[in-house]
């Protein structure tokens, strides 16, 4: 049996991963109070059911702090289980409930819906850390689906993931990041009117940065330093590691230092290539 937790904030995409879940052909279930997981996994063993997503979070009142220890519980019993927390920052989320509607789970009377996220924010701590962690701050919703979509088809028998990602540092830096390595110092290429509407996938941008001997050595020594340390990350038995790459605008240098050191690791380790800045 493979099984999915979701959890998170509310507003940062929980309902999507599960739909996404859903249609992958998951027997998803909401709101489960993690005590009744076991219980749960083993109904529905029993019942044949070989892929289950759950969403486990706040709602849950004070069971979701036994949600540790139920984990690993379950990964005595069942072959493939998996975490996946999704957060995003607050102003985003603020913006999400404005749009929506949508009450807060923890606004109360007298609570503002920024007090209730951070009271949310504080609840999760101990479980944000169970799992892959998704910063959906700056995603289209279809972003996030396919990113989803992109952990579900990971074997843990490949060993740890290893997602490469560019942003901007105008947007902020990913919640998700367990790496960050700054390439601001860098020529920038915005500043030609040519290459400004371009970015670090197109060739042109390519040929500027490759001139530059800088961007050379600072592709290598990031790449030396992976190299150097990857080993560390796998004997740590972690599912996944995500190294985040950052530039200004999250458009030319960081998306093609990006797009190089995931090309040198894509034969060593599975590789997830991600671009926050970028379109598509």
């Known amino acids: 049996m493979q099984l ?49 997503g759950v969403a486990v979070d706040v709602r849950g009142g004070a069971s979701l702090q036994a949600l540790p220890e139920t984990m690993a519980a379950l990964r005595g019993e069942v072959e493939d289980v998996r975490f996946v927390f999704l957060e995003a920052r607050n102003t985003t989320l603020i913006a999400r409930f404005s749009e ?22 504080d ?15 700056d995603l289209h919703p279809n972003t996030l689906r396919v990113w989803l979509k992109d952990l579900i088809q990971a074997s843990p028998a490949q060993g740890l993931t290893l997602l490469v990602e560019s942003f901007g540092f105008k947007h902020g830096i990913p919640l998700d990041a367990d ?18 509407p371009l970015t670090g996938r197109d060739q042109p941008v390519i040929d500027f940065l490759c001139a530059h001997e800088d961007v050379g050595r600072m592709v290598q020594d990031i790449g030396n330093w992976l190299a150097n340390w990857l ?22 240098r960081s998306v093609y230092i990006a797009e190089t050191i995931a090309a040198r690791f894509q ?8 671009h926050r800045a970028l379109k598509s």
Do not use: W
């Open 4 to 52: 999915i937790l979701i959890s998170g904030l509310s507003g940062s995409g929980k309902s999507i991963a599960l739909a996404v879940l859903e249609d992958a052909g998951y027997y998803c279930v909401d709101n489960l109070p993690a005590p009744l997981l076991p219980g749960l996994v083993a109904h529905l063993r029993g019942a044949g059911y070989e892929r289950v």
């Open 123 to 137: 609840a999760l701590e101990a479980v944000g850390e169970l799992g892959q962690r998704i910063d959906t701050s």
């Open 267 to 274: 034969d060593q380790v599975r590789v997830l290539l991600r």
């Open 100 to 121: 929506t509607r949508r009450r807060h789970p923890l606004a109360d009377d007298g609570v503002t819906l920024l007090e209730a996220i951070e009271r949310e924010r």
């Open 231 to 252: 080993p560390s990350y796998m004997r740590d038995s972690r599912a996944y590691l995500t190294l985040a790459i950052g530039c200004t605008g999250g458009q030319h």
């Open 179 to 196: 790496l960050v390595f700054d390439v601001r110092c860098l020529p920038n290429p915005f500043y030609d009117p040519a290459l400004r």
